[in-house]
């Protein structure tokens, strides 16, 4: 179990203002992208789902993969160890990056991960309140478990015969 004390830590903030798409897609891709700023996370191809100013360029297949990724990399697995649930650590922004520097007391933050059976080395940390995550997590995973339900790719297929249909050149 993590414990943050703020009087008890030196870190370095740092970071930068994004702008974030308003599509599910890119918000996931951007949170993939702050899980891989702060734990070692390499694997295969993800810099491409970390890429979100791309997030149109990518495959209704590859939308599912970056979803399944997004489940194995969950707030639940991250919490109290990189993640940390503090407005007091991000008071301009919703989230916040920091550096882990000479530790005095007693900041206990994991120094490993495990994440798909694989253990991760934790680089950094990264404080957060509780819209950010519900905005770049929470709800864009429910959104997305409906577009790959059932009946969400049902919705889709009708979708698409409209718009199929409505542009039908003779």
């Known amino acids: 179990m993590a414990m943050f ?3 008890n830590y030196d870190v370095k903030a740092f970071g930068k203002n994004v702008t974030i ?9 951007y949170y993939i992208d702050c899980v891989c700023t702060v734990i070692e996370y390499s694997d295969g191809d993800i810099r491409r789902y970390r890429n979100y100013v791309n997030w149109a360029n990518m495959s209704d297949e590859e939308d599912r ?3 399944i990724l997004a489940l194995a990399l ?3 697995e991250l919490e109290d160890k990189v993640f940390f649930k503090s407005p007091a650590l991000c008071p301009n922004s919703n989230n916040q990056f920091y550096e882990i520097g000479q530790i005095r007391n007693q900041l206990l933050v994991v120094r490993s991960v495990f994440i798909g059976g694989q253990q991760r080395q934790v680089k950094k940390i990264m404080a957060y309140k509780q819209a950010w995550m519900q905005t770049f997590y929470f709800q864009p ?3 997305l478990a409906f577009r790959f339900s059932p009946e969400g790719q049902r919705q889709e297929a009708i979708r698409r ?3 199929s249909s ?5």
């Open 21 to 29: 798409p308003d599509a599910d897609i890119a918000k996931i891709m």
């Open 166 to 170: 409505a542009c039908t050149i003779s």
């Open 5 to 7: 004390q703020s009087t």
């Open 141 to 143: 995973m429910r959104n």
């Open 74 to 76: 969950s707030p639940d």
């Open 161 to 163: 015969e409209m718009i």
């Open 65 to 67: 993969l970056i979803f």
